[in-house]
């Protein structure tokens, strides 16, 4: 069974930084482009990034573009978020998600993870 886990999230201050990883068993990353999403409660799920299966494209969201980074190490099998000069607004639970083809739309991922909680707050 295909897992994928978020792992990083927490309570940060207005203006911090925190590194969000995305790991996978029972599946090999490097074929699949890997999206990072979040959801605030009672809002819709949003795209926040994405990042192809070499690494060579990476596309964000202009909500958080210059600000958030994501990155792959394939011979790891991981997948990071890193998020710089974070803002209450990005509080959120954070998904990790596979899909074939890059989007920020949510319909091309099948496969995703339990979420983690981030929460910008002072």
């Known amino acids: 069974q295909v897992q994928l886990v978020e792992s990083g999230g927490g309570l940060v201050q207005p203006g911090g930084s925190l590194r969000l990883s995305c790991a996978a068993s029972?599946?090999?990353?490097?074929?699949?482009?890997i999206g990072w999403f979040r959801q605030a409660p009672g809002k819709e799920r949003e795209g926040v990034s994405c990042?192809?299966?070499?690494?060579?494209?990476?596309y964000y969201a202009d909500s958080v573009k210059g600000r958030f980074t994501i990155s792959r190490n394939n011979a790891e099998n991981m997948v990071y978020l890193q998020m710089n000069s974070l803002k209450p607004e990005d509080t959120a639970t954070y998904y990790c998600?596979?899909?074939?083809?890059?989007?920020?739309?949510?319909?091309?991922?099948?496969?995703w993870g339990q979420g983690t909680q981030v929460t910008v707050s002072s």
């Open positions: 029972s599946l090999i990353l490097d074929t699949y482009v």
């Open positions: 990042i192809s299966s070499s690494g060579d494209s990476t």
């Open positions: 998600a596979t899909s074939r083809v890059t989007s920020l739309l949510a319909y091309p991922y099948d496969h």
